[in-house]
């Protein structure tokens, strides 16, 4: 049973505008929060992170929104760009009772168009 | 450049082959994590090592994978009897063992059985 899901396989967005991915997680305990960028024929690199202690961490153009009630995040990439189409994948871990252990969810392809 | 080193990149082996993977963390880390990547389950963890101990390897069949860390700069995954099933992408990823760090992918084996 996935405890981290992404329920959008793919996402289109125009060059320029505002691309947000989600993601929903049914843990409870988990208090740690990444989103990973997947080129193909390559590992998943870091893109940023969020504790449970804050509901928005920012960097640059990229934003992560954490609402715990409805256990759910979102990644926000404003203006979108074509170098950002890749597959982005959110991770969870419970750092209290088991720090670095990821979840990841089953990723969101994402297409930028020019 | 600190990386995660994982040989082979591709791997094309005939069913019921064995099929060992490595995986050299980061120096320094002390946790390695084997995931695998599949259409339908995204980024499945398979192992999780702490300080080479094993804490958690429920995500692995039991009856033809394992897992070991030799010492802090090996890791190993390994298959035997190998099925076509088992064709997927294996990453290797290592972390610093603190919490409030993420962890840090290799470039992943291309594992393909027919």
């Known amino acids: 049973d996935q405890q981290v899901k992404q329920n959008s396989p793919s996402l289109s967005v125009q060059e320029g505008r505002i691309s947000i991915l989600n993601c929903d997680y049914t843990?409870?305990?988990?208090?740690?929060f990444l989103w990973y960028k997947k080129y193909p024929a390559e590992g998943p690199t870091f893109l940023i992170s969020?504790?449970?202690?804050?509901d928005k961490n920012e960097d640059g153009r990229f934003t992560v929104f954490l609402n715990k009630s409805a256990k759910h995040l979102s990644l926000h990439i404003v203006p979108s760009q074509p170098g950002d189409s890749a597959v982005y994948f959110c991770?969870?871990?419970?750092?209290?009772?088991?720090?670095?252990?990821?979840?990841f969810g089953s990723g969101t392809k994402l297409n930028v168009k020019p | 450049d600190a990386r995660v080193t994982q040989t082979p990149r591709h791997k094309v082996t005939e069913m019921g082959q064995e099929v060992t993977m490595r995986c050299q963390p980061i120096l320094g880390h002390n946790t390695v994590f084997w995931y695998r990547q599949t259409m339908m389950q995204g980024l499945e963890l398979l192992a999780y090592f702490r300080n080479r101990a094993p804490l958690d390897d429920s995500g692995m069949p039991k009856d033809r994978f394992s897992a070991e860390m030799p010492d802090a700069t090996l890791a190993t995954l390994k298959i035997q009897p190998s099925e076509p099933r088992d064709s997927a992408v294996y990453f290797c990823a290592s972390g610093p063992g603190s919490s409030g760090n993420t962890i840090y992918f290799g470039e992943g084996s291309w594992l393909t059985v027919v």
């Open positions: 843990n409870s305990m988990f208090d740690y």
């Open positions: 991770a969870a871990s419970a750092e209290v009772t088991n720090f670095n252990k990821f979840y």
């Open positions: 969020i504790s449970s202690i804050k």
